[in-house]
């Protein structure tokens, strides 16, 4: 009964910047963990970073730690994406996802429950 809807795509140059945005709405009420994925051609869906429900703990993929932040808006039922220093392998559909727990990995393994809630996902392109 969740609905989470992106924001933010688009065309941007290598080494730029971009900013993506996902509004929750229905029974959402700020109490969620958030993450997001991408998803390149060819490719399955990759973990790339979640925030706890107080926002007190973010995780990261290790391809995009040092490069992408994530956060989040309690109040507004919103989290953020801020990608900077964007590479050509950045290129995917960005899908933002919300549970009771933040699901994650790292270089050791996957962890928490798996998201119950997945927006439509929204483009982001990166030319070199």
């Known amino acids: 009964q969740v609905h989470l809807v992106e924001s933010g795509g688009g065309l941007v140059q290598a080494g730029g910047s971009m900013a993506l945005s996902c509004a929750a709405s229905?029974?959402?009420?700020?109490?969620?963990?958030m993450g997001w994925f991408r998803q390149a051609p060819g490719n399955e869906r990759e973990f790339v970073a979640a925030?706890?429900?107080?926002?007190?703990?973010?995780f990261y993929s290790p391809s995009v730690a040092g490069r992408f932040t994530v956060s989040r808006d309690i109040d507004k039922n919103t989290e953020y994406l801020q990608m900077t220093n964007l590479k050509s392998e950045d290129t995917a559909v960005y899908y933002c996802a919300a549970g009771e727990d933040p699901y994650y990995c790292t270089s050791y393994g996957c962890y928490g429950r798996p998201y119950e809630y997945w927006g439509q996902g929204t483009q982001v392109t990166v030319s070199s």
């Open positions: 925030i706890s429900v107080s926002a007190d703990r973010q």
């Open positions: 229905g029974r959402a009420d700020g109490t969620y963990a």
